[in-house]
């Protein structure tokens, strides 16, 4: 009886021994407190001020203003989110090429920059919800009688030189004239002179030419699949991720972005952020 007793003791002390050996060894996960003060919300915040990466070279979306400050749709909403955050802001013109390494460097906090969320992308940053929704377009002279890609049978599309924008209505199996320009603000220039029929390009740019020319219409065409423009975020940090979700998510529902889109573009938001599946 005392040998079953015995055995029993040190066969416990061993298994305790295992339990302990095992806590030991097994890495705790991190706590919730770290992972609070890593986040570049934490970050902003103490550090008082909020980066944003911007194309400051693409109006309405930002630009450089008279006076040499940045300006646009994209730095009003900045400038709202700096506010709700209670920080100040610096805007940080960012290219095309360098939106995805300046977050991974650390050089911005969040990038705007009419970045189009893609599968591609999202193997090395995170996105946001969408914040605007884009396609593309055709730019018409009202007067022309162009509604929609079906009348440009036997007419002139005017695009930038490189682009293929003019293939999406060939595509269609419609025959159109396409006639190249060194910029977009020459193709423009080529509609409104009636050199063209008609110029190809993003709708959200195309409503903002409008705006600047009453005698100019965008037709309502969804020439290509939408793409839906969100934030740009370091991977990995959910925190931030679900902050900026959620004042996106108050400025729809106040209404505030859709203002804002129309003080800049002059037209309401073509397409609802959140499509019907």
């Known amino acids: 009886m005392k040998l079953v ?3 029993a003791k040190i066969a416990c002390a061993i298994t305790m021994a295992g339990l302990l050996s095992i806590a030991g060894c097994t890495k705790t ?4 407190q770290d992972a609070s003060a890593s986040s570049t919300l934490q970050k902003v915040l103490q ?8 194309c400051l070279s693409f109006a309405p979306f930002g630009f450089m203003d008279q006076n040499g400050k940045p300006d646009g749709y994209d730095v009003d909403l900045a400038k709202e989110l700096a506010k709700e955050m209670g920080v100040k802001l610096e805007m940080v013109d960012t290219t095309s090429a360098n939106r995805i390494p300046n977050l991974q460097t650390g050089k911005v906090d969040v990038v705007f920059c009419n970045f189009t969320r893609n599968l591609e992308r999202a193997k090395e940053i995170e996105f946001t919800s969408p914040y605007v929704v884009a396609s593309e377009a055709m730019l018409v002279r009202k007067s022309s009688g162009i509604h929609s890609a079906k009348d440009m049978a ?6 930038v030189k490189g682009s293929t924008n003019g293939d999406e209505v060939r595509s269609m199996g419609i025959p159109v004239k ?6 977009s603000q020459a193709a423009i220039l080529a509609v409104k002179q009636g050199q063209a029929d008609a110029m190809i390009e993003d709708n959200n740019f195309l409503a903002y030419q409008a705006k600047l020319d009453p005698s100019l219409k965008v037709t309502d065409d969804a020439l290509v699949p939408l793409e839906y423009n969100a934030f740009g975020v370091k991977q990995g940090d959910q925190i931030w991720l679900n902050y900026l979700n959620l004042f996106l998510f108050n400025i729809n529902a106040s209404g505030l972005n859709k203002q804002l889109y129309n ?3 002059g037209t ?4 609802p952020l959140n499509p019907q599946f």
């Open 154 to 159: 036997n007419r002139t599309i005017a695009t």
């Open 178 to 183: 396409i006639q190249e320009y060194d910029s």
């Open 5 to 7: 007793r015995a055995s």
């Open 268 to 271: 309401d938001p073509k397409f």
């Open 47 to 54: 550090r008082g001020m909020l980066r944003v990466g911007d």
């Open 29 to 32: 996960a991190p706590r919730a």
């Open 263 to 265: 003080k800049w573009f």
